[in-house]
Nanobody, 122 residues
């Protein structure tokens, strides 16, 4: 499977953005999916993960209650709905997938999309 993230942009603090992760191939339903982000000068960090069937989700404490991860296997697409955005959410956001692992560690994901930049102004 190959992934392509999109939907980033510039938004004011308190605003919302919806990121998408389009997957090629018909096996996307077999993959667990995660979102990570990397701010300038910082390491890539976990944001959210969703199980292959879309039932189980995990969130980083910093985004819990504001972000929602979802997965539409029929459309081969995943999403990250981001509400109440803060300047500290500014980063390049990456989607990732793995057929076996459902994890928070970036090392556990085998497939990565290119990033999409999210900038939150104060």
């Amino acid at each position: 499977v190959q992934l392509q993230a999109s939907g980033g942009g510039l938004v004011q603090a308190g605003g919302s953005l919806r990121l998408s992760c389009a997957a090629s191939g018909r096996t996307f339903r077999s993959y667990n999916m995660g979102w990570f982000r990397q701010a300038p000068g910082k390491e890539r960090e976990f944001v959210a993960a969703i199980s292959r069937d879309g039932v189980v989700t995990y969130y980083a404490d910093s985004v819990k209650g504001r972000f929602t991860i979802s997965k539409d296997n029929a459309k081969n697409t995943g999403h990250l709905q981001m509400n109440s955005l803060k300047p500290q959410d500014t980063a390049v956001y990456y989607c990732a997938a793995d057929p076996l692992r459902f994890a928070r560690r970036r090392e556990e994901y085998a497939v990565w999309g290119q990033g999409t930049l999210v900038t939150v102004s104060s």
